[in-house]
């Protein structure tokens, strides 16, 4: 029993040491594969995706699209945010942008305008962005936006973006023949 306590507090401590706290600005495209518990204070533009817990602080400004596993706003943000777990918006939260979420939970004082998609557990793996589906299939995202437009390949349109199920993609690709 002790040696399999000890080990769940190593495993433990190995998650809290994946920890990345940023007070700069900053600006790209940010991906992280593995879980990481990611805290900006500071102004970020670009796109950012994580897995774990992202947190934006309320003095922070973000622009950006966002897709991770659970997101923690206090700050600004402009863009789109894709949440597979859950979406919190703290009191000082303002959100210009669309959500895909599982849980919602808006706190009183919090500004939210856009449209909201919730997904359940099947579709929280299997959503995906314009710029997600142009990168899985190896095509340009300016493409795979007129195939959208045009309802040749299986999407749903949020305001001004797109999100599409990843097994609808990939039964599409599959019946898809090559010119």
Same mark, same amino acid.
């Given at each position: 029993?002790?040696?399999? @306590?000890?080990?769940?507090?190593?495993?433990?401590?190995?998650?809290?040491?994946?920890?990345?706290?940023?007070?700069?600005?900053?600006?790209?495209?940010?991906? !992280?594969?593995? #879980?990481?518990?990611?805290? *900006?204070?500071?102004?970020?533009?670009?796109?950012?995706?994580?897995? @774990?817990?992202?947190?934006?602080?309320?003095?922070?400004?973000?622009?950006?699209?966002?897709?991770?596993?659970?997101? *923690?706003?206090?700050?600004?943000?402009? @863009?789109?945010?894709?949440?597979?777990?859950?979406?919190?918006?703290? #009191?000082?939260?303002?959100?210009?942008?669309?959500?895909?979420?599982?849980?919602?939970?808006?706190?009183?004082?919090?500004? !939210?305008?856009?449209?909201?998609?919730?997904?359940?557990?099947?579709?929280?793996?299997?959503?995906?962005?314009?710029?997600?589906?142009?990168?899985?299939?190896?095509?340009?995202?300016?493409? *795979?936006?007129?195939?959208?437009?045009?309802?040749?390949? #299986?999407?749903?349109?949020? @305001?001004?973006?797109?999100? !599409?199920?990843?097994?609808?993609?990939?039964?599409?690709?599959?019946?898809?023949?090559?010119?």
């Amino acid at each position: 029993m002790v040696l399999r @306590g000890r080990r769940v507090q190593k495993e433990e401590m190995d998650q809290q040491e994946k920890s990345i706290e940023i007070n700069a600005q900053m600006q790209g495209s940010l991906i !992280f594969k593995d #879980p990481i518990n990611l805290r *900006i204070n500071g102004d970020f533009h670009g796109d950012l995706e994580t897995r @774990g817990t992202l947190s934006i602080g309320n003095k922070s400004r973000i622009e950006a699209n966002i897709v991770g596993d659970n997101i *923690i706003i206090a700050g600004k943000v402009t @863009g789109d945010i894709t949440a597979k777990k859950m979406l919190v918006l703290m #009191p000082t939260a303002i959100l210009y942008g669309n959500v895909t979420v599982q849980k919602l939970n808006i706190v009183e004082g919090a500004v !939210f305008q856009g449209y909201c998609q919730m997904m359940d557990e099947t579709q929280s793996d299997g959503l995906m962005s314009l710029e997600e589906v142009a990168r899985y299939l190896e095509i340009e995202a300016r493409e *795979i936006e007129q195939l959208a437009n045009n309802g040749k390949i #299986p999407g749903t349109r949020l @305001g001004n973006s797109w999100k !599409f199920e990843r097994a609808k993609i990939d039964h599409w690709a599959a019946s898809v023949k090559v010119k």
